[in-house]
């Protein structure tokens, strides 16, 4: 958290630099395929969820005989229903994917709003340092200060009346609206450090520092020079990032401050159906479970490949 | 100091026999040396010398061993005192390491601990390797920046390497190589990072520590000035080979490789008149992951022909003390038919200068 | 010193910043602030007003903010209409256990990382460190609220090993109970922790191993313990510092999944059941001494780089 970078000399020596690094594994290669397409395949059934066939009954109670039928299967999946059934009898697949659409639009509606706003406020910070720097400073450290479910009650709660938020073009749930605020909140100050840090560095190279020599204005300097020079360090950051708001948004959902029913997400199906662990209910756990799991570790598998890809030292998010 | 009691005055300390350190790498293997072969006396002082990627370095570190073993590959004899190195194993090294042969690095500012006193740096290895207690390896590393003449020596124990001037570090750094009374000194350019003004000064307390220890000093540099007052011998290294060896006073007076005398060529000298031009040598070094056939120089020398292209030359004596491996040495016909002519083409003038 | 008090200064602004706009926030998310101070019982309006009054919620924000932190400095905030104690004794009794268990968790992972680390980075590329980049990868990936749900079912409802429904137990009381109690917490908190400092210290010390002096240090003939203990560790130390502090604020968030699901009476819980049931007062407080945890955490490792770093510590001096 200190704002003085002491370079620690570490040239590389004659040797190491000769003795090259082995090339990196191939399963590595295998695992990105891997998350690519689960994280593919996800999007796809999130984003057609409500014409493809075999997503159904959704928040569809069954009655009746059917009921008593599905409760002595104690929720196994079955041929009818993929992930099984939870106590109600609602089918666990039809839920964990529209689950997923709201979980990846919340995640990815935070991580870009985070990151234009933490790139831009890093960006200023870290090239106009002084007094800039030091009152962004202040705002990261209050929002790191801040406990997130204190957050979280403070913004969801503002929208917890429910109904409809009109922006002109986007209209939404309120609650909806007010979870990407939170984790958007959440994830400021640490992707703004990132940019900060990056910018600084960056802001001291030759060609930098040739083109203010030659007249460029500062705008065109951030934007131009500095900018392109920033984005594959982001574009790693923004999918472990997103890995991050996932487990967070998991978290929220799991203490109920993030999007209620009849949006269930993972985290929300996986407090909701815990208590019946004990008596059969595990697959109603299990699925949500492995699903967010896997999301979270195909972004953080992509995000990791980017950073190699980009030669970009791990960053502390 | 507590060196060994019945060490031996005079002899051969360093053999290398067909020293050879290849690094496999992402693009092929690197051979960084590629069969060097020398002697070293006790108490004698070696220069050797060699632009940057010749492989001195590697050189010197693969006779002491510290290269990082994966990827590297290492071949040929190294006898100290008599007794193959390589045989040791990393345990047995590190017994040799700081007690019978140290190694001072070229850029003190990185290679000191920036996080640790200086006293602390110095009589670590007194207290591992010679189970001093702190008392008095604290007197001994006080003694050691007498020795090296760093001022105030008694402050110097308890400041951190960033608190000194760089002249300093680099005694610093002489007075921890020495701490356990080495046999064998590795200097690698150990003036590289220093201010003209120290260079002289540094360079002239290894000799003089040499002198009284005893020691036998290797000294590695690109600069062949550096050597010229300061060791007993030189060799010559070109692109993981030894070009030329010979005392330092054969050499500079009777150079035999075109390489020794190019290098030679592109330093100033007095008895130039001002504003003479230097003769650099063109071309680059060859690459070592494929090496041209031949001898390694040809590409770059102005008196190659088909055969240094095709055969190479081995390092031989041509005297006691002078060995060098080209097929056209300086003096042969060749070499003074292609002189002439580089003489009448106003190349160079007839004192050997560039017209 | 100059740079000290500076900094020092910073973070008081920053708890001051993070209090006011708790305060305001919580207090304008409510309807009628007063309304639920007084709690769902006895909510006459004579009583509502007499609260009103009392906590002077008929004041400008600013005016209610300066006798709140008039209240804070004299630890008298008030009373929590739904747990029937003062806002002191509950945060009293709740405080310390979520601090142990931040505590208990950040030891335990550091305890881990540490060797784990250092061979891994010893060994680069190895068998181990090939399996440790693995597991910490997945361990990084697993949400904690996963890995509370898995704990909770296998050691305290099928095996038994641990209580579910946690008591609060201190350790002067009876040691064994008090970690009993807080093993599967801890354990929560402190895996994806030790998956972030083993990477990060591996990754740094990888780099130091490359350095110069480490050179030195071998052509010294010291030892691979003592090369990697004494002279490697120490300069890799300062991204796992910085996460240290990073993350704290991260640990107490955890804290509240852990304390929920292990039903450990901490602050967590306050924080949480405070929150459900409007309990403002209780809120407020609990959010200051969050804030206050991590700025005086943040401090601390500020202050330790100087310790680990001579350079620092002269430049300061001087700054």
Redesign the interface.
């Known amino acids: 958290?200190?704002d003085?970078v002491?370079e620690?000399?570490?040239?590389?020596?004659i040797?190491?630099s000769l003795v090259r690094?082995?090339p990196p594994?191939r399963k590595w290669k295998f695992g990105l395929v891997l998350s690519v397409s689960y994280i593919v395949v996800l999007t796809f059934l999130a984003v057609f969820a409500n014409v493809l066939p075999f997503v159904r009954r959704y928040n569809v109670l069954p009655k009746g005989a059917e009921a008593r039928r599905l409760a002595s299967y104690r929720g196994k999946p079955s041929s009818e229903y993929w992930f099984g059934n939870d106590k109600l009898g609602r089918d666990t697949f039809a839920r964990s994917v529209y689950a997923a659409q709201k979980t990846l639009t919340i995640g990815l509606a935070s991580i870009v709003a985070a990151l234009v706003i933490g790139g831009l406020l890093g960006m200023l910070a870290g090239y106009y340092r002084g007094w800039y720097d030091?009152v962004l400073?202040?705002i990261f450290?209050?929002l790191?200060?801040?406990?997130?479910?204190?957050l979280a009650?403070?913004v969801v709660?503002?929208f917890f009346q429910g109904g409809r938020l009109n922006l002109g073009v986007f209209e939404m749930d309120k609650r909806f609206f007010g979870v990407i605020v939170v984790l958007t909140l959440l994830s400021i100050a640490?992707l703004a450090r990132i940019v900060r840090a990056q910018t600084l560095s960056l802001s001291q190279r030759e060609y930098v520092l040739a083109a203010r020599g030659l007249g460029a204005s500062s705008w065109r300097i951030l934007v131009r020079e500095i900018l392109p020079n920033l984005l594959p360090a982001m574009f790693s950051v923004a999918f472990t990032g997103l890995?991050v708001l996932?487990?967070a948004e998991?978290?929220l959902a799991?203490?109920?401050f993030s999007v209620q029913l009849p949006f269930p997400t993972w985290?929300f199906m996986?407090?909701e159906a815990?208590s019946d662990?004990?008596k059969g209910g595990g697959w109603a756990?299990f699925f949500p479970?492995v699903l967010?799991?896997l999301t979270?570790?195909a972004f953080?598998?992509i995000g990791?490949r980017v950073a190699r890809r980009f030669d970009i030292?791990?960053a502390?998010l | 100091m507590t060196a060994p009691i019945n060490r031996p005055q005079e002899g051969t300390l360093l053999e290398l026999r067909n020293l050879r350190t290849h690094f496999s790498t992402a693009r092929g293997v690197v051979r960084a040396v590629d069969g060097v072969s020398f002697t070293l006396d006790r108490g004698k002082s070696l220069g050797i010398v060699g632009e940057s990627g010749s492989g001195k370095t590697i050189l010197a570190r693969s006779i002491?061993g510290?290269l990082p073993k994966?990827g590297t590959i290492r071949h040929g004899e190294v006898l100290y005192a008599g007794q193959d190195l390589a045989s040791l194993g990393l345990k047995g090294m590190?017994?040799?390491?700081?007690?019978e042969m140290?190694?001072i690095?070229q850029?003190p500012m990185?290679?000191?601990?920036?996080?640790?006193r200086i006293g602390h740096q110095i009589s670590?290895?007194l207290r591992?390797?010679l189970d001093m207690d702190k008392v008095n390896a604290r007197a001994t590393a006080l003694k050691l920046l007498q020795d090296v003449g760093i001022p105030e020596p008694e402050k110097r124990l308890d400041q951190?390497p960033?608190?000194l001037s760089g002249g300093m570090r680099q005694r610093a750094?002489i007075a921890?190589?020495l701490a356990c009374g080495p046999t064998l000194l590795f200097a690698d350019e150990p003036t590289t990072a220093l201010d003209v003004t120290v260079q002289a000064q540094i360079l002239d307390l290894i000799q003089d520590q040499r002198r009284d220890r005893n020691m036998s000093v290797i000294l590695v540099t690109h600069d062949l000035g550096v050597v010229a007052g300061h060791t007993d011998e030189i060799a010559v290294m070109y692109a993981g080979t030894l070009a030329e060896k010979a005392s330092t006073t054969e050499l500079f007076a009777n150079r035999k490789h075109p390489y020794t005398e190019a290098l030679l060529r592109s330093i100033p000298r007095l008895d130039q008149p001002s504003h003479t031009r230097l003769l650099a040598i063109g071309g680059r070094p060859p690459d070592l992951i494929t090496p041209p056939t031949g001898c390694r120089f040809a590409p770059r020398c102005p008196y190659a022909e088909d055969k240094c292209r095709a055969e190479i030359p081995e390092l031989e004596a041509a005297s006691a003390d002078h060995s060098f491996a080209c097929w056209h040495p300086v003096g042969s016909p060749r070499w003074q038919s292609k002189q002439d002519e580089l003489v009448s083409t106003g190349v160079l003038s007839a004192s050997g200068g560039i017209a | 010193m100059r740079y000290f008090a500076q900094r020092f200064l910073?973070?008081v602004?920053?708890?001051l910043?993070?209090t006011f706009?708790?305060m305001v926030?919580?207090q304008a998310?409510s309807k009628d602030p007063a309304r639920d101070l007084a709690g769902p019982l006895n909510s006459t309006e004579a009583r509502v007003e007499e609260i009103r009054k009392h906590y002077h919620l008929d004041r400008a924000y600013p005016i209610r903010y300066a006798y709140w932190l008039k209240n804070l400095v004299t630890v008298d905030l008030g009373n929590s209409p739904t747990l029937g104690a003062s806002v002191r004794t509950l945060v009293g009794q709740r405080a310390p256990i979520t601090l142990l268990l931040g505590l208990y968790s950040i030891v335990l992972a550091l305890a881990i990382s540490l060797p784990v680390a250092v061979y891994a980075a010893y060994r680069r590329?190895g068998p181990f460190d090939?399996f440790i980049s693995g597991a910490t990868?997945?361990a990084?990936?697993?949400?904690?609220?996963?890995l509370a749900?898995?704990l909770g079912?296998f050691f305290a409802?099928r095996w038994r090993i641990f209580p579910y429904a946690a008591s609060k137990i201190w350790p002067w009381d009876n040691p064994g109970e008090h970690f009993k109690n807080v093993a599967l917490p801890t354990v929560t908190l402190a895996v994806g922790l030790v998956a972030i400092f083993v990477?990060?210290l591996r990754?740094d010390l990888v780099?130091?191993l490359?350095?110069?002096?480490i050179?030195?240090?071998?052509?010294?003939?010291?030892?691979p313990a003592?090369i990697l203990w004494r002279?490697a560790l120490?300069?890799s130390l300062?991204?796992l510092m910085?996460?240290v502090?990073?993350q704290f604020?991260g640990i107490?968030?955890?804290a509240?999944?852990a304390e929920?699901i292990f039903a450990l009476p901490g602050m967590?819980l306050l924080?949480?059941q405070a929150?459900?049931q409007k309990d403002l007062l209780v809120?407020q407080a609990?959010?200051a001494l969050?804030?206050l945890a991590?700025?005086i955490i943040?401090f601390a490792?500020?202050m330790l780089?100087a310790v680990?770093?001579?350079?620092?510590r002269?430049?300061?001096a001087l700054g």
């Not at chain 1, 620690?8 to 020596?13: A, C, H, L, Q, T």
């Not at chain 2, 990185?110 to 640790?116: K, V």
């Not at chain 3, 490359?210 to 002096?213: A, N, V």
């Open positions: 958290m200190s003085t002491i620690i000399p570490s040239r590389p020596n040797i190491t690094r082995i594994l030091r400073s202040v450290d209050v790191l200060a801040f406990p997130a479910i204190v009650l403070i709660g503002r640490p890995a996932l487990v998991g978290g799991f203490l109920g985290g996986i407090n815990r662990l004990t756990v479970c967010l799991f979270v570790l953080n598998v990791d030292r791990e502390t | 002491m510290l994966r590190r017994k040799f390491w700081g007690q140290s190694m690095f850029d990185t290679s000191l601990n920036p996080l640790m670590e290895p591992v390797h951190y960033h608190e750094m921890i190589a | 910073q973070l602004v920053v708890f910043i993070v706009v708790t926030a919580i998310a590329d090939r990868f997945a990084v990936s697993l949400p904690n609220i996963i749900v898995l079912y409802t990477r990060l990754s780099n130091t490359q350095s110069d002096f050179v030195m240090a071998r052509a010294k003939g010291l030892s003592r002279h120490r300069s300062f991204s910085t996460s502090a990073l604020g107490l968030g955890g509240v999944v929920q967590g924080l949480f929150v459900q809120v609990c959010a969050f804030a991590v700025v943040n490792v500020d780089y680990v770093d001579p350079r620092i002269h430049a300061r």
